[in-house]
């Protein structure tokens, strides 16, 4: 399917992030350029015996020299793909819209390892299975052309981020933070933009309260809260090279842990590890050409309090939610990948050497059709 340069088309966007909690299911009207119509979305956490498979996925992956068959990742990728046909499913019941109507879902799949500087990653899931299952056409694996031509595959979000941002920049630079398990910072001013990964976002306060508290997450910051903040252990895991290399840049979930923290108690480990992903975010703008005026914060770190507060004072920039300027941070992600979808189908790049690092803008993604 090639659709006009000018045409407007209806797409479904699915996100399954690192911190694993659920499937993020938007509906947009979109031309894939600078009109964007946000529709619909729904959200549909998982149980804890599927975070429980994706964990194991993830770690399977970890020990693997290059993506192949195997048989428990090849298992998981399928529960979770029919888990992301009945989110689609679900969201266009919802939207009272037909799936004949939609032009395109844009499916991310599940991250269970990122692995540029070897040249690969990894997304989980089944396109075609889903176009199967939904009856749409289905455009998921939108990294691999990326690291395949030496870029970092990540972030990819900056390029719907820069639709949306335009209208805010006669007010002065800003910038664009996604706390997911993972965190990444797109800037814009008037001479540029980019992206890149910032260092964990939620992923190791997660994983500290449920290894340590049996806790899902830090629901509020309310531990974090309540602890103490050693300086001296968050020194220590500030002093790592990759904090310094220049951007683009990108990282795995994996590639931190929480043994940093251990024999703190629950609440200072919280409040460490909510200081370190600040801290990061503050060591981030070190690389950044234009200081923004404001952090607008999207993903599940918006609604941690404590951390919120945390950035404003170690950045010294007012970090506000996403929604301060209406858009919808649970929906944002899931809206971008089904933006990027359709610039797929209008042979449009979603990848850029500013926010990647690869050469020149890329084309990504691949197409399954619809049945029939």
Request: aromatic share 6%; no cysteine; hydrophobic share 50%.
């Amino acid at each position: 399917m090639r659709a006009g340069a000018s045409e407007s088309l209806l797409a479904v966007g699915l996100m399954s992030g690192t911190s694993m909690d659920g499937i993020d299911a938007a509906l947009i009207r979109t031309d894939g350029l600078d009109r964007v119509e946000r529709l619909a979305f729904v959200g549909v956490a998982y149980d804890e015996a599927f975070r429980a498979d994706l964990r194991a996925a993830m770690a399977a992956a970890l020990t693997m020299r290059r993506p192949g068959p195997h048989d428990l990742i090849d298992r998981v990728a399928r529960e979770l793909t029919l888990r992301h046909a009945a989110a689609v499913k679900a969201l266009l019941k919802a939207a009272k819209v037909e799936a004949a109507a939609v032009a395109v879902v844009g499916f991310h799949g599940q991250t269970v390892a990122h692995r540029p500087e070897r040249g690969w990653t990894w997304q989980a899931g089944d396109g075609a299975l889903l176009a199967q299952e939904t009856g749409i056409a289905v455009v998921s694996d939108f990294r691999s052309a990326d690291v395949a031509a030496g870029g970092q595959g990540a972030p990819l979000a900056p390029a719907y981020h820069r639709a949306l941002v335009a209208p805010l920049l006669a007010e002065g630079p800003v910038a664009v933070l996604n706390l997911g398990g993972v965190g990444n910072i797109t800037w814009f001013g008037d001479d540029g933009w980019g992206s890149f990964d910032t260092g964990p976002a939620n992923a190791l306060i997660d994983d500290w309260v449920r290894a340590e508290g049996g806790l899902s997450h830090d629901a509020g910051g309310a531990l974090a809260g309540t602890g103490s903040v050693h300086d001296d252990v968050l020194t220590n895991m500030l002093d790592l090279e990759w904090f310094d290399l220049a951007p683009p840049k990108s990282l795995d979930r994996a590639d931190f842990s929480i043994g940093a923290v251990r024999g703190l108690s629950l609440a200072d480990g919280a409040a460490t590890l909510t200081a370190f992903t600040a801290a990061t975010v503050a060591e981030a703008l070190r690389h950044v050409p234009v200081r923004p005026g404001r952090l607008l914060v999207t993903g599940g770190g918006r609604h941690n309090a404590t951390l919120m507060r945390m950035l404003t004072a170690r950045t010294n920039i007012p970090a506000l939610s996403v929604e301060t300027v209406g858009w919808d941070g649970d929906a944002l992600e899931a809206e971008a990948f089904a933006y990027l979808a359709v610039r797929t189908l209008k042979r449009l790049p979603i990848s850029f050497p500013q926010t990647t690092g690869v050469a020149v803008p890329m084309l990504g993604g691949m197409l399954s059709a619809a049945p029939g």
